[in-house]
């Protein structure tokens, strides 16, 4: 069964610094796709960013960039000037045809 | 447009009841996903269901059980609730199979069972 892990429990990072959550997951597909969603203390989660994982480009999204290492399985989310507002869990996920994983979450904590 | 809209969002029921949850998914969307959500377990994936049918199941007991109609709203269904049925059930919906897209999550239900 295809596994989820975020080894970071818990994260903290001052504002305007940048912050890396990590996730690593274990499969034997080569097509998937995954994503890390965020968990503000709102309840509603809302994607950050996606990685197809026939694509070799880093996604990235604002502030937001992964580091996709596919042969290495790992997933990273990097936070650039972190703001207030990315105060929240954050899972990573993991979606195949017949499958979809979450990792535990990162709770993250934005000091001012 | 509109978001997805779970009902209610809170409940309390009693241990051998069953409890039915509702989720209205984003105009469009044809695919509702449910979720698990608890401190010890984390977010699991119950099921999926695209154009009334269900497309994927999660690792869950026959208690749990959904249904899809044809405007794309979908049920939960939980029958005989045990107290490790407390959670939080998330639903969300998608344009495509949940599988290779994002999901569009709702608020959530939580459900606490006494």
């Known amino acids: 069964a295809q596994t989820v892990t975020q080894s970071q429990p818990e994260m903290s990072v001052q504002e305007a610094e940048t912050v890396t959550l990590s996730c690593t997951y274990d499969?034997?597909?080569?097509?998937?796709?995954l994503f890390w969603y965020k968990q503000p203390p709102s309840r509603q989660m809302i994607l950050v960013i996606r990685?197809?994982?026939?694509?070799?480009q880093n996604a990235t999204e604002n502030r937001f960039s992964v580091n996709f290492q596919k042969a290495a399985k790992s997933f990273s989310l990097k936070i650039s000037d972190s703001q207030l507002g990315d105060a929240a869990m954050y899972f990573c996920?993991?979606?195949?045809?017949?499958?979809?994983?979450f990792g535990a979450g990162t709770r993250l904590t934005v000091k001012p | 447009k509109a978001g997805v809209t779970q009902t209610p969002r809170y409940l309390i029921k009693t241990r051998g009841q069953q409890v039915t949850l509702s989720c209205s998914p984003i105009s469009g969307h044809r695919s509702v996903s449910w979720y698990q959500q608890t401190p010890g377990q984390g977010l699991q994936f119950l099921f999926e269901y695209f154009s009334e049918t269900q497309r994927n199941k999660g690792n869950f007991p026959g208690r749990f059980s959904g249904r899809q109609f044809s405007n794309s709203r979908s049920e939960m269904n939980v029958s005989t609730l045990e107290l490790g049925d407390s959670a939080l059930y998330l639903c969300a919906s998608s344009p495509r199979f949940v599988s290779n897209t994002e999901a569009f999550f709702g608020q959530g239900t939580r459900l606490t069972v006494v």
């Open positions: 996920a993991y979606h195949n045809n017949n499958d979809m994983r």
């Open positions: 499969t034997s597909e080569s097509d998937y796709y």
């Open positions: 990685q197809e994982a026939y694509k070799q």
